[in-house]
Every structure is written in structure tokens, then in C-alpha cells.
């Protein structure tokens, strides 16, 4: 069944800060989970989500436990940690009233059921900045518009964005997975242009990010690499723009999209023209 754009909108994209920094840090515990149990990669793909449509949730690698692979998750529409096997829910944990650190000790116990490892040993290699509720229980209060439609800028993106891989399939090396990076919360896939992995590979990055310090919205990108000469960008398909500071790439915001008609086509529109643009200016 097809992303009913129609659904998004009724919360501005600009009202989701709040909402999306407290997923961002309930994410971290299903990444910690998949660093216990998964042998590093080289990419740190390992960690990185996958966003499922079945339960509307960004979930983890497999995972090995006794008794067959499961996947560990964060459902956003209700702040929860999820433990799924196939479309089968085996747990869950909201975090209405709860703190950080009960969410834990959830998750911990859930593993060490399976015979799978703790999660909460786990170092991250990276910072996020403090969390929202500083140690004290969530109270999500009015939040559950908001939560809800975070979800849906995972949900219909996630489908766009797999609709543009699946029309490179004979592009190679062409598109990798669409993972969701639990470090800057993006979801993309990279679409690699050479087949070498040096600095000088041509590549192309698509994704969404649900905002963050460039834009207090979700948005979606096209980041081609190596980046172009600032000097003179050619024009992109409507309603993109280039952003040139702190990242290089054509950006279309939350409030652009949901201003287009046919938001899906147009939104896949955006990307496909985007990308062939970038495509042809690095010589592809």
C-alpha cells in the first residue's frame, strides 16, 4: 500500500524539534544493541537502521538470537523501543513517564532473554547533545501530533527514496542499501558512481534528515561528491535549492514539499532531477 501524502501537514514541519530530539536519543539504545551483538564493518553499517514499513519503525540489523534473528527498533508515532521477528512484535517499551536509564534496563533484560548482549556497556563513538529530558521521566504530554508526524517524514520519504534506487538498478556500482545513520539520524542511500572507494570516487548521497543544524525541518537532500565549483550551479527541478555551507548538496525543505502538488511524484521528481544534474556535472 502506497504513502497517503495527504496525511502530512496537518503539524508543521518546523514543530518537530522537540519530538525529533527525543527519538534521536530513544534510537541510541536498538544502535547499542546492534554494536553488543553484530561484528563491526569497516562503514559502520552494522549499526545503521533500516526503516520498516510493516510496523512504521527504524529497526536494526538482524540480530542472532537463540531461537532465530530478531531486530530491536524505535516505533516513533509512540516513542517506544520495539523487539520485533518478522512482522511479529515480540515486546515493547514506551517511554511515556519512564527515564532514559529504565529504558535500559528494558532493553537489557530483552537480550539477555534471547541469549544475545547487554546494550547498555556499549561506547558510542560519537556525542549527541544532552538529552531532553536530563535524566527525568518523558512526559510526551501534547507531543503525540508531532511524534506522529516525524514518522511519516521516515515513512514517505523512505518510499520515495527506495522508488529512486529501484530505477538505478542497472547503474553500477549504483545504489546501496537506504539505512538510517544513528549518528546524524538521516536516512539515505549512496549511489556510487566508480567502482573504487578513494577519496576521488564519484558518488552521489540521497536522503532525508529530519532536520537539524542547517534546517529546523526535515529535508531532502542530493549530494553529489566530489562537490562542484561554487561559482556556477545549474538549475534544479523545483522546489530544490543549493545549500553550500557546512555540506554541499540540493535541498528541498519539509515546507517546500508539502507545498508541491502530488507531493510523492513531486518529491521523487526532485530527486530523480537532482541526481541526473549532479550525474552529468561529475561526468557520469
Known sequence: MRFDWSKMGRTPPAA?????????HAAQWPTKAARA??????????????????????????????????????RMARLELIVTSGDSVLDAFQFERKTDAAAGAWIDSKLQALGLKPASGVKLPYTLPDHPAGGRPHELGMLGRELGELSRWFGGPAEALEEFAAKLAALHPGPGPLLCWPHHF????????????????RSVGVGVSPGDEFYAQPYV????????DGGNLPELPPPGHWHTEGFFGAVATGEEILA?????????????????????RLGV
Open 16 to 24: 518537530l524539534v522537540e519530538a525529533r530530539n527525543l527519538v534521536h
Open 37 to 74: 551483538n553484530l561484528n563491526a564493518v569497516p562503514d559502520d553499517s552494522h549499526s545503521a537502521f533500516t526503516w520498516d514499513p510493516s510496523h512504521a519503525a527504524l529497526v536494526s540489523q538482524a540480530l542472532p538470537a537463540k531461537g532465530g534473528e530478531v531486530r530491536v527498533g524505535i
Open 186 to 201: 538521516d536516512i539515505a542511500t549512496l549511489v556510487r558512481l566508480d567502482a573504487g572507494s578513494g577519496e576521488s570516487a
Open 221 to 228: 537532500y542530493v549530494s553529489p561528491w566530489p562537490r562542484f
Open 260 to 280: 508541491m502538488k502530488d507531493r510523492g511524484r513531486a518529491l521523487l521528481a526532485f530527486i530523480t532531477g537532482a541526481f541526473e544534474i549532479g550525474r552529468a
